[in-house]
């Protein structure tokens, strides 16, 4: 379940011991360091974002991923005929054992789809579909809108996102916040330490080029 904005965001200062609309940070301004950490939780765990859709496919085997999508997460199943699920193939196992897969007749019901993560808004069926073949869509979608002052002050707005990543967007705002000020060596420790929480809150290893701020001290030369 999701929690209200304004509880996400007064976990935030209390924190970073700021009370009222806010004097070093501002409200509005935590706001938009939630909306900046949906862009980075998208990029990590496109899943957090992930909704089920009825899709009509367009006729052949490539199928591009509806308006709003950012990245495929599973084809469920067909949504004629038996319903019978659609199980994943690489292009390489495709090519190897079926090398004509992209010209053979067209059906209704697919068995298997293929999808490379380098072309994130394609995705391939087998057999090729007939136009309008219908199946269930697992996909990421970018955030439907973005969250301003009137979501934290108005304390009805919920976050996009389930429970289970609140702590992983507690620390990223927490990390935006002391990023700000990160001339200062010790905020600059600070945000680093947060941005390290932030990824073992969603069990992603923290990559050695992750950013860092070019005001850091470390990083002059």
Known sequence: ????????????????????????????????????SYDWLLGLMPEAFADNSEFSCAAGTRQELPVGAVRLVDVKRNLEGAMRPVNFKSQEQMDRVIPDWHSRPASNQQQYFIYDERDP???????????????????????????????????????????????????????????????????????????QRAYNAIGVKMQNDVRVSPKNPVNKQ
Not at 172 to 180: E, G, R, T
Request: a negative charge; charged letters at 25%; zero cysteines.
């Open 121 to 195: 808004l394609r995705f391939y069926v087998y057999p090729p579909a007939k136009e309008g073949s219908l199946l269930e869509l697992l996909v990421a979608l970018t955030p439907r809108s973005r969250h301003t002052l009137r979501s934290y002050d108005e304390n009805t707005e919920k976050v996009f996102v389930q429970e289970q990543y609140n702590e992983a967007l507690r620390h990223y705002i927490i990390f935006l916040a002391f990023d700000k000020d990160s001339e200062d060596s010790f905020n600059a420790q600070l945000a680093q330490a947060n941005l």
């Open 1 to 36: 379940m999701a929690i209200l904005v304004s509880a996400l965001i007064d976990a935030v200062k209390n924190t970073l011991q700021e009370s009222g609309t806010g004097i070093r940070w501002t409200n509005t301004e935590l706001v938009d360091y939630l909306n900046q």
